[in-house]
């Protein structure tokens, strides 16, 4: 638990010869219900409920000889929906826990039911602003219809251009507008068109820094704020334009984590990696519009240094002989200098402008 403001640590773990103690040290997902308590989604050793009034754990797991149990100890995600059902990923089938009852429903792939969850590997959930569940999986997206009982499923079809660019959902968000936007391991951002069931992408193609998608955030003017497997990208949803920022800019490192993401009440976004975490206010990073200016910093002939005057302040004379020859260049920019880029052109030889960074 941190204080950001003190920088204070507090660390639950767990102990073997106790309990009423946290299950796991590897966790996964965290979160808080209407009623306050703290639901703990662990690695191995499944589910805990932790009551901060009595500072008691409640402890889940999948048992052979239970009928009333999680459906796998390796739990993935987890969610709370508007009717107080708590809902838990894992590696092997879909758990919805009513905390009144206690009874759990286990949901499962079924291949002869086009109507069950497409796969059994839960990557994340999402209610959406019309209280329907969303379930990202392993191999497709859902929808749980409540009153049916049963999904629907959206994959990836590779003669449909406006199918889903991949299988493999690792987040659901859902901007200010209704938009809806889907991170996927392979095939980068989908925005949804729901009421015709299409998808456009967007890749590294597009500006995307790395097609591999973990969280997406929204900051106060639009912008939807990306975690990367190189980076967090930041997206202009009305000019469709990416700025990316990777490590060299301060980030705790260019990996990020499933699930480890966070707007808080004060404006910060907060994403986790494998290096520590990364929170800052996106209202406060400002991009650099400033050109720098441009410098010769050396010009060779045949690989040899050369002193030459420039005429007209531009101009270097060659004599008909001097075939082979080559300049080097720098823009004066110190601040994040691995991020200058350039553009050349050799006249009447190169068709194109020539990319460098």
């Known amino acids: 638990i941190v204080n950001l403001n003190t920088g204070e640590n507090t660390i639950i773990q767990n102990d073997p010869y106790n309990n009423n103690s946290l299950a796991d040290n590897n966790l996964k997902v965290i979160i808080k219900d209407r009623n306050k308590n ?79 969850l497409s796969h059994n590997l839960i990557n994340c959930f999402f209610e959406d602003s019309d209280s329907n569940l969303w379930i990202g999986t392993d191999d497709g997206l859902n929808m749980f219809i409540r009153e049916k009982d049963k999904f629907i499923s959206y994959k990836n079809d590779s003669l449909n251009p406006l199918s889903i660019s991949d299988n493999k959902i690792f987040s659901v968000y859902e901007d200010k507008s209704g938009t809806f936007w889907i991170s996927t391991v392979y095939g980068g951002l989908n925005k949804m068109d729901r009421e015709k069931g299409e998808f456009q992408s967007y890749s590294k193609k597009e500006g995307l820094p790395h097609n591999l998608i973990y969280n997406i955030l929204e900051d106060k003017n639009n912008n939807l704020w990306i975690s990367t497997n190189w980076g967090i990208s930041k997206f202009n949803t009305f000019y469709e334009k990416f700025i990316n920022y990777d490590v060299t800019d301060g980030l705790q490192g260019n990996e990020f984590n499933l699930g480890a993401s966070l707007k808080s009440s004060d404006g910060h976004l907060l994403f986790g990696g494998t290096n520590g975490l990364t929170y800052f206010i996106p209202e406060k990073i400002k991009a650099n519009l400033n050109k720098p200016p441009l410098v010769l910093t050396s010009f060779k002939i045949f690989n040899e240094e050369q002193k030459r005057e420039l005429f007209n302040n531009d101009t270097i004379r060659l004599n008909y002989d001097d075939n082979f020859f080559s300049f080097e260049f720098s823009a004066l920019n110190y601040f994040s200098p691995l991020k200058n880029m350039y553009k050349y052109k050799l006249e009447n030889y190169d068709k194109d402008w020539v990319v460098r960074d």
């Not at 009551?51 to 889940?60: A, G, L």
């Open 38 to 116: 703290y639901w703990i989604a662990t690695d191995h050793s499944g589910l805990d409920k932790f009551d901060k009034k009595t500072n008691e754990f409640t402890h889940y797991t999948h048992e052979i000889l239970d009928t009333n149990c999680i459906s796998n100890n390796k739990t993935t995600c987890l969610i709370e929906d508007y009717l107080g059902n708590i809902w838990v990923g894992t590696n092997e089938g879909l758990n919805k826990i009513d905390p009144k009852t206690g009874n759990i429903t286990i949901y499962f792939n079924d291949p002869k039911n086009h109507e069950s």
